[in-house]
């Protein structure tokens, strides 16, 4: 059972460029976290999707920002027009339940904007 | 307004001794506790969580943490560090079923082992 995979590993964009980042949860999971962690910062959730559903998406800037969990495939997280500070790390976590029940994470995305 | 913290950022124990790391959280009802491990540039691990029960929690790699209720803390301890035990461990709150289960995490405390 292979874990939570993201792709790409490493992603360097130009400032105005789009940032796609992919997430496959784990086999049988169908609940999806997004989190962001800047440099010397700990992790900060974005949004939490189920299967076509964005059940909470309080953590997601207003603005370029967006997600999907589609009925099939990966979760996609997409930033359009990148900012430098939109350079950080980019973890997503999959669960087979809602709620606290252990998430998984993934080995995260780490997004470099110049 | 939820929180975790951990008050240090860095730590420095000599290989062999013990370890505590703190974790101080503020939530409005019985939270879910956690303590993940992150090596540089990969992704976490979850070390021990705890959820009811009995409030001295086992992990892996010989950690355990002890929650307190009266203390809002959720410290993680080790008997004896290895020096693989390096690394930044994150303190993470989360809640009940019905509040969508996203974690709130600490700063984080970056580990280093002396020989």
């Known amino acids: 059972n292979a874990g939570v995979m993201q792709n790409p590993r490493h992603l360097v964009r130009r400032r105005g460029q789009e940032a796609r980042l992919r997430c496959s949860p784990m086999?049988?999971?169908?609940?999806v976290y997004w989190y962001r962690q800047l440099p010397e910062e700990g992790l900060k959730f974005m949004v939490y999707?189920?299967?076509?559903?964005?059940?909470?998406e309080s953590g997601m800037p207003k603005e370029r920002f967006s997600a999907e969990f589609p009925k099939e495939g990966p979760s996609i997280l997409r930033i359009q027009q990148v900012v430098r500070g939109d350079s950080a790390a980019y973890f997503c976590?999959?669960?087979?339940?809602?709620?606290?029940?252990?998430?998984?994470f993934g080995q995260g995305t780490r997004l470099t904007v110049v | 307004a939820q929180s975790v913290t951990q008050p240090d950022i860095h730590i420095t124990v000599s290989e062999g001794a013990s370890l505590e790391l703190r974790c101080n959280y503020s939530?409005?009802?019985?939270?879910?506790l956690f303590w993940y491990v992150q090596s540089p540039g990969q992704g976490l691990q979850l070390l021990l969580k705890?959820?009811?029960?009995?409030?001295l929690v086992q992990g892996i790699k010989g950690f355990e943490a002890e929650f307190k209720r009266s203390q809002s803390s959720f410290n993680l301890r080790k008997p004896s560090v290895h020096w693989s035990d390096a690394a930044e461990y994150f303190c993470?709150?989360?809640?009940?079923?019905?509040?969508?289960?996203?974690?709130?995490f600490g700063q984080g405390t970056e580990l280093s082992v002396k020989p």
């Open positions: 976590a999959s669960s087979p339940l809602g709620g606290s029940a252990e998430a998984f």
């Open positions: 086999k049988g999971h169908s609940h």
């Open positions: 999707l189920q299967k076509e559903n964005i059940i909470d």
């Open positions: 939530y409005g009802a019985t939270p879910y």
């Open positions: 705890y959820f009811s029960g009995d409030t």
């Open positions: 993470a709150v989360g809640g009940v079923y019905n509040q969508g289960g996203k974690l709130i």
